[in-house]
């Protein structure tokens, strides 16, 4: 079975651009989350999709923006882009919402996309 | 406001010794309790999850302890090898209305020196 894939790997963007990320899920999972990682602040989430809807959304600013589609492949789009948001965004997938009730529901991360804003 | 603190921020050991990692949360109402080990530049890995009613779980060389009460939990890692070199994340989930929140620690640093 094919893990969480995230494409591009690697990216580097200018101050001002906008960058979409990609991310396919494992196969059956229905749930697609985001991250992003820094050294100074660990993992900070940005927002989680289930059947194409946003059901659970981080402190981010309305530059960061996500989709869903109806095969469960998640794209997460970043705005007039700041040196700040250099990162690396992770993606994890899950069969249902990635911190239900059922304490067994494991998110399964990708290898993430490396931003670099210059 | 709840908060999941690890310590130490990072640490150095000789392969072949055991290390315990800490976890400290604020975090209630609590649902569970999950230890995710990350390689540098790889996604986070998870090693265990643990529910209120369970005191310890290991994973291979991996255990870890949770004490709802005291609102700690430790991973132990035994007999350690260059290959445990990573970032330990505790990750706890709160429940919050009709669905439980992540919250993540910051990590501790582990680097295993042959």
């Known amino acids: 079975k094919a893990g969480v894939t995230q494409t591009p790997r690697y990216l580097i963007k200018t101050r001002g651009q906008q960058v979409t990320l990609s991310c396919s899920p494992i196969?059956?999972?229905?749930?697609v989350s985001w991250y992003q990682q820094t050294p100074g602040q660990g993992l900070q989430f940005l927002f989680e999709?289930?059947?194409?809807?946003?059901?659970n959304k981080g402190n981010f600013p309305g530059r960061f923006s996500g989709r869903q589609f109806s095969n469960s492949r998640s794209e997460m789009n970043v705005s007039t882009l700041e040196l700040g948001d250099s990162a690396l965004y992770l993606c994890?997938?899950?069969?249902?919402?990635?911190?239900?009730?059922?304490?067994?529901?494991?998110?399964?991360f990708g290898p993430g996309t490396r931003l670099t804003v210059l | 406001k709840n908060q999941v603190e690890q310590s130490p921020q990072s640490l150095i050991i000789l392969e072949g010794k055991n290390c315990t990692l800490q976890c400290n949360y604020t975090v209630s109402p609590f649902s569970n309790l999950r230890w995710y080990k990350q390689d540098t530049g790889r996604g986070p890995v998870s090693l265990t999850i643990?529910?209120?009613?369970?005191n310890t779980k290991s994973n291979g060389r991996y255990t870890a302890t949770l004490d709802a009460d005291t609102k700690q939990s430790s991973l132990h890692i035994t007999a350690s090898q260059l290959s445990d070199s990573a970032s330990y994340i505790c990750v706890v989930s709160e429940r919050s209305g009709g669905y439980n929140k992540l919250i993540f620690g910051a990590g501790t640093r582990l680097a295993v020196h042959p």
């Open positions: 999709y289930f059947s194409e809807t946003q059901r």
């Open positions: 994890a997938s899950s069969l249902r919402l990635a911190a239900t009730r059922s304490s067994y529901n494991e998110q399964f």
């Open positions: 196969s059956g999972h229905r749930s």
């Open positions: 643990m529910t209120f009613s369970e």
